[in-house]
């Protein structure tokens, strides 16, 4: 299966100097560990009963993010995943994550019931 471009309605120009705008935003820049807030919840709804630890409020480049749910994933002996800037952790570690994030340099706090 082949991708498809989004042009947004242009199929055609006439014009020989046409250059297509591609409207994406780049990604922003990680801020340092010191500035970044982070939230962690426990979450079971749409997990079909499943209980999740979900870490928000992550501002940086997809990449940084990935090395950060992949370093939460080793320290906690578990699978998750990143997924729309939040990392997904299987099963309820949300002491133990707020403490990694801690000792990481990042502001952390334990959010949600």
Same mark, same amino acid.
């Given at each position: 299966? &082949?991708?498809?471009? +989004?042009? &947004?309605? =242009? =199929?055609?120009? %006439?014009?020989?100097?046409? =250059?297509?705008?591609? +409207?994406? &935003?780049?990604?922003?820049? %990680? /801020?340092?560990?010191?500035?970044? +807030? /982070? ?6 709804k749409?997990?079909?009963?499943? %209980? ?10 997809? #990449?940084? @993010? #990935?090395?950060?749910?992949? @370093? @939460?994933?080793?320290?906690? &002996? %578990? ?15 949300? #002491?133990?994550? +707020?403490q990694? /994030? /801690? ?11």
């Amino acid at each position: 299966m &082949s991708k498809k471009k +989004n042009i &947004s309605g =242009v =199929v055609y120009s %006439t014009n020989p100097n046409f =250059v297509y705008q591609n +409207n994406t &935003s780049a990604e922003p820049t %990680t /801020l340092p560990p010191q500035q970044q +807030n /982070l939230r962690v919840f426990l979450e079971t709804k749409h997990r079909g009963g499943k %209980t999740a630890t979900v870490v928000k409020g992550f501002i940086g480049t997809s #990449e940084d @993010l #990935e090395k950060l749910g992949k @370093l @939460l994933k080793i320290k906690c &002996s %578990t699978g998750g995943s990143v997924k729309d800037n939040e990392i997904i952790i299987q099963g309820n570690f949300r #002491e133990k994550i +707020n403490q990694l /994030l /801690l000792s990481e340099g990042y502001k952390s706090k334990m959010a949600g019931g």
